[in-house]
Structure formats: structure tokens, C-alpha cells
């Protein structure tokens, strides 16, 4: 017979039933939260809509021009109380401009989301970053960064326009390319240390660790990390890998090597030679073949045309940034990303 005192009572229980108490209690606040905020964008979408309606209404309602705003925003704060200030409905009649289609909102975002996505003056890049946001869970302030970076044009620089447009609603680990995920330049300025010139590739990785959450948001969707200087190894030789990562909608290990300066056909080949070790000794036979990606300062057009890297579907180079460029910088750098690979496919073409 067991002894008493060895048998679990109830006492023993009260902490896994408070867990279990504390989770629930906290997914109902959570859920609570989102139809606050729903609630709150339709409210919004609505108070536009009739704005812009009673502005449309014809001459005698034109009439009241810049007078509107302030007039209602006085007679709503009376009644109300804060939130319905001229600069409030303004950003609603916006709102409703932007998004004249109820059904098309995302409910997992919120008004501060939709504020943001304001900013944004191309429709199609609006319903991407929108489709994004609500994908990858962004929370507002991840969401203007990423706006703020130009996320959405430094893909479409690297690759296909139809591709991007669609990612939000067809990206699947069915149809999962690497290409899709190849971003140039990486942004890094969230790392908040000194210019590349003066920075070692150790101290590099090092920040990257330190700020792991934001690089797996530059990086993309579908990341997990694995590794820093992993080690790999021949019969003779050890070889280490900066970082590795598994992303689970390409099914297969992404592989960085992070320089300092100028990209070298010598970090190409070593770039290759790591993919194809990694191949051999770290992927399972679930996995899809290895993909490895270069982050330097600088590259040449002529290195990456006469290299591996042309056309290759598993080995990449991107530049990177550790200060954030002013987006007119920035838009000059994609169009000359945009034109050189407009002029490689043009050669491909011809020959």
C-alpha cells in the first residue's frame, strides 16, 4: 500500500490548475482586445464613409470645405469625449478612401495598423503590406518599419512584380521558391552599431544574435534559428558557418556567410562549397536542397554575372546596410538593383 505521504494531494495540483486558469483567462483578454479592435476600425471605416458621402452630396455641402472637420470634431468631443478630433476624422475620411471596400479589411489589424498603412500611397503596395501585416502577425510598430524600409520595393527589386503582389494570399511550403525570399539590401540598421568600414564580422554576428527577433523580420517569413559557427567537417578539414537557419515554407537549412567588404569571387566558391557540404552531411532526406546567402557591404555586377550566383536557384548575395539610407537613397539603390537585373535577363535573352 502507498504511503500518504508519497501521494499527491491536492495542494500539489493548485499550481498546473492556476497555469491552466492563467492561460485561459489570458487568451480571453487577448481575444477581447481584437474585437475591441475590430470594433474600432469598422467604427472608423464608417464615420468615413459618411463624411466623404456628405462631402459628395453636392454644392450646399461643399460648401462648409475646411469648416467640416472642425465643426464635427467639436460636436463629437462634446459628446464623446477624446478620439474624434479633426485630425482623427481626417485620417477616417482617408481611411475610407483608401479602403472603400468593408469586406476587404483584415480583422487582425487594428486602427494604429491602418494609420500606418495611410502613409503608403500605392494602392497595391497598400493591400500587400495590409495582407503582410495580418499574415505575419506585425505588430504597428513592425509595420512601419517595414514601410519605412521599403520593404515591399526591395522585393520586387530582386524579383518578379506578380510574384510579390501575390506572396500575402499564395506563399505555401507547396509553392515555396528561395527566390521568393531574397530581399536587397538587408537592412540592418536596427543593430545600432558603428559604419561597416570599421566593423568585424564578428562583431556583426554578434549583434545579429543580440537583435535576433528583428534580423528573423528582415529575413522574411518562415525562419527558425539553428546555429552560429556550426561547425562542419571534411576528413581533413573544419570549416565553421556564421549563421543557419531552417525555414519551414522552403523546407530546407538557409545558410549565411557575413563579409566585410566588397563581395569576391573567393566568397562565392567558398559559398557554394558550404552548400554543398551542408548537403551532404546536415540535410535529411525530408529536406529540400540548402540554401546559401552572402551579406556584404558591397558587390560587383560583373562578379555576380560571372559567377555561380548567375541564375543560381540556391546561392545568393545581398548587400548590407547598417545605416538607414533616406528613402530617396534607397528608391536610386533599387533602381539600379532593378536595372541591372533587367539588363542580365536582357543578355540571357539574346544569347
Known amino acids: 500500500m502507498s504511503d500518504p505521504a508519497l501521494v499527491p494531494g491536492p495542494q500539489h495540483q493548485i499550481p498546473a490548475l492556476l497555469m491552466t486558469l492563467g492561460e485561459l483567462i489570458r487568451q480571453a483578454r487577448q481575444r477581447a482586445l481584437r474585437a475591441v479592435d475590430t470594433i474600432q476600425v469598422q467604427t472608423c471605416w464608417g464615420l468615413g464613409r459618411h463624411i466623404v458621402e456628405f462631402e459628395q452630396g453636392g454644392v450646399a455641402r461643399a460648401a462648409y470645405g475646411k469648416r467640416l472637420l472642425p465643426e464635427l470634431a467639436k460636436a463629437l468631443t462634446a459628446e464623446f469625449g477624446k478620439g474624434f478630433d479633426a485630425s482623427n476624422l481626417r485620417y477616417m475620411r482617408l481611411f475610407y478612401q483608401a479602403f472603400p471596400k468593408c469586406d476587404a479589411l483584415r480583422h487582425e489589424l487594428s486602427w494604429t495598423h491602418y494609420r500606418t498603412l495611410l502613409r503608403v ?43 510579390v503582389e501575390q506572396e500575402a494570399t499564395r506563399m505555401t511550403e507547396a509553392n515555396a521558391n528561395p527566390r521568393e525570399f531574397v530581399r536587397d539590401p538587408v537592412l540592418l540598421e536596427f543593430l545600432g552599431v558603428p559604419g561597416a568600414g570599421v566593423l568585424l564580422e564578428s562583431e556583426l554576428e554578434q549583434a545579429l544574435m543580440g537583435q535576433l527577433e ?27 558557418i556564421d549563421l543557419v537557419f531552417y525555414n519551414y515554407l522552403l523546407k530546407c537549412f538557409v545558410i549565411f556567410d557575413l563579409k566585410r567588404g566588397e563581395l569576391t569571387h573567393q566568397d562565392i566558391g567558398q559559398m557554394d562549397m558550404y552548400v554543398r557540404m551542408y548537403d551532404d552531411l546536415k540535410r535529411g532526406p525530408d529536406d529540400n536542397p540548402t540554401v546559401g546567402t ?58
Open 121 to 163: 500611397d500605392s494602392e497595391t503596395a497598400r493591400t500587400w503590406y495590409m495582407n503582410e501585416a495580418a499574415a505575419q502577425n506585425w505588430s504597428s510598430r513592425a509595420l512601419e518599419r517595414q514601410i519605412g524600409t521599403l520593404y515591399y520595393e526591395r522585393l520586387l527589386a530582386s524579383r518578379d512584380r506578380a510574384a
Open 214 to 240: 528583428a534580423f528573423l523580420l528582415e529575413l522574411g517569413k518562415g525562419f527558425a534559428f539553428v546555429a552560429r559557427q556550426q561547425r562542419i567537417s571534411t576528413e581533413s578539414r573544419d570549416f565553421y
Open 294 to 351: 552572402i551579406l556584404c557591404t558591397h558587390k560587383d555586377a560583373s562578379v555576380v554575372r560571372y559567377s555561380v550566383l548567375h541564375g543560381h536557384e540556391q546561392l545568393f548575395a545581398s548587400k548590407y546596410k547598417l545605416i538607414l539610407p533616406s528613402e530617396e537613397e534607397l528608391r536610386a539603390e533599387l533602381d539600379r538593383e532593378r536595372a541591372r537585373l533587367q539588363l542580365a535577363q536582357q543578355r540571357d535573352n539574346d544569347n
